[in-house]
């Protein structure tokens, strides 16, 4: 068996490149769960509200930006990493 090491970043840590993509990808998403009543369109977030929504939810990204798969408890005291069907507290 071989033991590997998985980094995970805060927002912060992210080089700029990284941070672009987490800004462009949870943009998408807010815009995927606004509820807009005159058919679809997409909001114009301006880009400190959407880092100041990742910030406030402490979201984690693995180096590329891209969003890693956690859970943060309703205490906020334990956060949860999922990858490939197994939960390490972390």
């Known amino acids: 068996m071989k ?5 995970l970043y805060s927002f912060n ?4 490149q990284s941070k672009e993509k987490a800004i ?5 998403f807010l815009n995927s769960v606004e ?3 005159e058919g679809e369109y997409s909001y114009d977030y301006r880009r400190e509200d959407v880092i100041s929504h990742i910030e406030l939810n402490e979201y984690l990204f693995f180096q590329d930006g ?3 798969p956690c859970i943060i408890s309703p205490s906020g005291l ?3 990493f999922n ?3 197994e939960s390490v507290e972390i």
């Open 35 to 37: 509820d807009f009543e």
């Open 13 to 16: 840590e992210l080089g700029e």
């Open 3 to 7: 033991k590997v090491t998985i980094s």
């Open 66 to 68: 891209e969003l890693a």
């Open 78 to 80: 334990v956060t949860t």
């Open 83 to 85: 990858f490939h069907g």
């Open 24 to 28: 462009s990808q949870h943009t998408n």
